[in-house]
């Protein structure tokens, strides 16, 4: 351990208290009013620069450091899920039907800590740090763009981002150099057929038949039509239609996402759904409203910024600790700061199989991640602006 993050550990039980904290009171997307506000008095309190109500309600802390250099900046989202909270512990969600379910308390306490611990090392900093706390992860179109398009990269020469994962072992670390998470999308079909008796299906149009028959070609766009080289997802999630036994439906309903890591992947699925969907409706007289939404892009990291976590992981947690992980079919709108100014994003273990996966109203972490995460954040920021000096 470093002597610049040797005073992480004094700082751990307040991390733990903040997260549960955060974790009894969570706020979900674009609602968030108390989070950002106890965010924000935390950093003052340390005596750092703030800016409130960023790109809505996200909140920007700036370190100055004492010499010149170049910036950091580090992300953590704060924002909770529409999933009542199922654990039988101290610290559960006292908000009915919301809880933190993907570790953002814990991304929020880690990122306060390392706040602190740069703030007591300011003047000997070589350079500054930008701090971005980020509503509205959850929810397209997220707040990682409206802060953006509201100056929170202003001067910012790199950024990091980590994920508390629980299904990743307490005490490894996962990188990647290039495409990590998926692009996310959302599409709605609804289907207009013509409804009548169960014992009559001769004069109907079936909207059930037509969605079931749907669904199962959406599903071979991946299987039969695409490069098996190319990693996609088509999931059709929901389909909704009829009201009785013996009535066959006039209309039905499905919505569904589409996940891949290749723009011009995803635009070639778009048009093959809809020459699905127009030629299978066409083919029994039926019609239909298809929307498709563009969702996060992919989280594609870059290689330098990568290879510095990577160096740093493996010096904090041990050789044997870090590894290559493989691309989730997850979404994270960091992929948007990615787009703008070199950077990377990393999976921290906070758990072990055994642990439920996120989003799940069981889910919770092994909190002395946010401690391994710390430290290699504090870590990667002083070797990033260090070697920005050298060079």
């Known amino acids: 351990m470093s002597e610049r993050t040797a005073g992480l550990d004094a700082l751990y ?52 450091g004492g010499k010149p250099g170049k910036t950091v900046a580090l992300r953590a989202d704060f924002d909770a899920l529409p999933i009542a909270d199922a654990k039988e512990v101290a610290y559960r969600s006292t908000v009915p039907g919301v809880m933190h379910a993907c570790g953002h308390d814990g991304h929020t306490a880690t990122l306060l800590a390392v706040a602190e611990t740069l703030m007591q090392q300011r003047e000997s900093l070589p350079g500054n740090v930008v701090l971005i706390h980020q509503h509205a992860e959850e929810v397209v179109p997220g707040g990682a763009r409206d802060m953006i398009a509201d100056g929170c990269l202003e001067g910012v020469d790199v950024i990091f981002g980590t994920h508390l994962w629980s299904t990743i072992d307490l005490g490894r670390v996962g990188v990647r150099i290039g495409p990590i998470m998926a692009a996310a999308d959302k599409f709605e079909l609804t289907l207009y057929g013509k409804g009548g008796h169960g014992a009559k299906p001769h004069e109907t149009i079936d909207a059930v038949l037509l969605g079931a028959t749907i669904v199962k070609e959406l599903q071979s766009i991946v299987s039969r039509q695409l490069n098996p080289l190319e990693p996609a997802v088509v999931t059709v999630g929901t389909l909704h239609a009829g009201n009785t036994f013996n009535v066959i439906a006039d209309q039905a309903t ?109 889910f919770d972490f092994k909190e002395p991640a946010m401690l391994d995460a710390a430290r290699i954040l504090v870590e990667a920021t002083w070797r990033y602006l260090e070697q920005a000096i050298e060079a």
């Not at 008095?41 to 920007?60: C, D, N």
């Not at 019609?287 to 160096?311: C, D, M, Q, R, W």
């Open 254 to 362: 499905l919505t569904g996402t589409v996940r891949t890591f290749d723009e011009a992947t995803a635009d070639d699925i778009i048009e093959r759904m809809e020459r699905t969907i127009k030629g299978i409706c066409e083919a029994v007289g039926a019609t239909y409203h298809f929307t498709y939404e563009k969702g996060y892009p992919a989280v594609i990291n870059h290689a330098a910024p990568t290879a510095l976590i990577e160096s740093v992981a493996r010096e904090v947690l041990g050789d044997e600790r870090v590894f290559e992980i493989e691309p989730t079919m997850g979404g994270e709108d960091f992929a948007y700061y990615l787009q703008h100014v070199p950077g990377a994003f990393f999976f921290t273990g906070a758990g072990d199989a055994s642990y439920p996966p996120h989003h799940h109203p069981q």
């Open 13 to 64: 039980p307040e991390m733990v208290e903040r997260r549960r904290y955060l974790h009894q009171h969570p706020e979900l997307s674009f609602h968030e009013v108390e989070t950002p506000g106890y965010i924000a008095q935390h950093l003052k309190a340390l005596g750092i620069e703030v800016r409130t109500g960023v790109g809505g309600r996200g909140v920007v802390g700036y370190i100055r």
